[in-house]
Structures are given as C-alpha cells and as structure tokens.
C-alpha cells in the first residue's frame, strides 16, 4: 500500500550535500510511491514560474540549475549580458524553459519590465529569489558615499522594489514564495564590514516584516543566511576553498524552502560551513 505524506514525520531530505550545517524537519522532499515500488515522476515544481536575480553566475545560476531540476520555469536577469545569455543557454540545455534579460534590479523601471515580461513570457511569478548583491569592504571612515549608495541599493532597495512589482499578484492569486540571499553578515558584525552588514541587517529586518505583512494571503517569505561561500565574490582569498561552502550548497536551502508543508514556513535558514576554513 501506497504511504501518505501524514505517515512521514521528521524526515531528513537526503539531498543536502556534507558541506551544509542545516537541521530542520520537513518531508516534502520525499516522493511519495503510488505503488509498492513505483515511484512519482512529477517533479516538485512542476511549471511553477521562478525569478532569479543575478543569476548569471554563482549562487543565482546555482540555485537557477536546482530550481531548474524541479521543474520550475525560469526568469532569469543580471546586469552581465554575455554572462547571462551564457547561462540562460545552460539552462536550456538541462530541459528548462527560459526567460532571460538585462535587467538593473536598482532601477524600478526595469524591475517592472522584468517582471511584466515573465508574466507574459512564462506566466505570473510564483517564486521570487532575490540574489542579485554586492559589496564594498574597507573602514567605514574610509568609505564613499557612492559606495554606500551602490551597496544599499544593490542588496536591500532592489528587494524591496522587486518583491513589491511581484507581490500584489501573489496576493490576488493567495500563494508565492518571496527568498531573500541574506548572509551570516546580517547576523553578526566584523571589522571593514560596516556597508555590507548594514546592507544585510536592514535586509533581515526587512524579510520578517514583509513576512508578517503577506503570512496572512499564504505567502511564505525567507532568508537564506550563508557564512563564507565560494564564488568569485569571497573575501576569502588564500582559503581553502573546499571547506567554503558551495553554491549549491545555497540551492539546496532554497529547495527547502520551495517545498515546505503546506502548513508552516522557515523564516530563515542559517548556513555555515561543516569544517571552518583554515
């Protein structure tokens, strides 16, 4: 006899790679028999549509590719043309449907763009990760003002603006996702990390009360919370970058996050490497 979802309690996904420290209870990633020995072959998503920003490359084209794997439809921009048609190109290649475009996620012009062209590409948006981020390091005395502005509006207004274009639909249709790549630096402090931390602190305050305000249409909204990641955006030079963690050690959150019960939400996952970087 077939196993319900009621019969599985406390179920650890086995997806998650070794690098990942994340504990949590959830049995959406198992698929459920419908026969002894047969296994579902519908994927998680199934056609839900999913916006990515700054995707091109790293974490955004990391969780692009697993969102990709379940089936999600994809609207994918960065700034980068050529890196993103390269990767909207990958994309293909692995089986998912595509839209891509330049896009400033700082502009609201272009935001409302993005979003009205997935709409009539794809469909309405139904997961919307906020990836796209920068960083400036250094002093804060020793900073510029422009600096502060790019950093700011980079990674906390363009959340705001994004999740806003997209966030009446989700409220008219009552179901999304709003996941916000936050960091370990929203949490805690360090020397030469004043822009940064202050970028991703307000971003934290920002996803709990966008969480309160849209908990009530049954929309979840996240943060994921990385420590030391291995890009190309790591401060970890000289690291041993195989005690980092991986990018699509931050997709498999972002799965977590995709295929929850349907009757509760993670506020926010907090990553961290298994082995500490030497």
């Not at 504990?23 to 916006?51: C, D, H, W």
């Not at 906020?130 to 002093?139: D, L, S, T």
């Amino acid at each position: 006899m077939a196993r319900t979802a009621d019969a599985l309690v406390a179920a650890k996904p086995q997806s998650l790679t070794p690098a990942m420290a994340l504990r949590f209870r959830s049995y959406s990633f198992l698929r459920i028999p419908r026969e002894e020995g047969e296994m579902s072959t519908t994927k998680e998503l199934n056609g839900q549509v999913a916006l990515i920003t700054g995707a091109n490359r790293g974490i955004g084209l990391a969780i692009a590719e697993r969102l990709a794997d379940m089936g999600a439809r994809l609207a994918i921009c960065a700034r980068n043309a050529e890196k993103l048609n390269q990767a909207a190109l990958s994309l293909q290649n692995r089986g998912a449907e595509v839209f891509s475009r330049v896009a400033d996620v700082t502009d609201l012009a272009d935001i409302l763009k993005m979003v009205n062209e997935t709409r009539a590409a794809l469909g309405p948006v139904d997961i919307l990760v906020n990836n796209a981020g920068i960083g400036h390091f250094g002093p804060f005395h020793e900073l510029s003002d422009d600096e502060w502005d790019r950093t700011l509006n980079t990674n906390l207004k363009s959340v705001f603006l994004m999740s806003r274009a997209v966030a009446p639909e989700m409220i008219q249709r009552r179901t999304g996702h709003i996941i916000n790549i936050a960091s370990l630096a929203g949490k805690n402090a360090f020397a030469g990390g004043a822009i940064y931390c202050a970028s991703k602190f307000g971003l934290m305050g920002l996803t709990a009360c966008m969480a309160e305000d849209l908990r009530d249409y049954n929309i979840r909204v996240s943060a994921v919370c990385p420590g030391s990641v291995s890009t190309e955006f790591s401060l970890h030079q000289g690291r041993d970058h195989s005690k980092l963690l991986q990018p699509v050690d931050v997709a498999h959150a972002v799965a977590a996050l995709v295929t929850q019960g349907p009757t509760n939400f993670m506020s926010e996952i907090l990553l961290r490497p298994l082995q500490k970087p030497s």
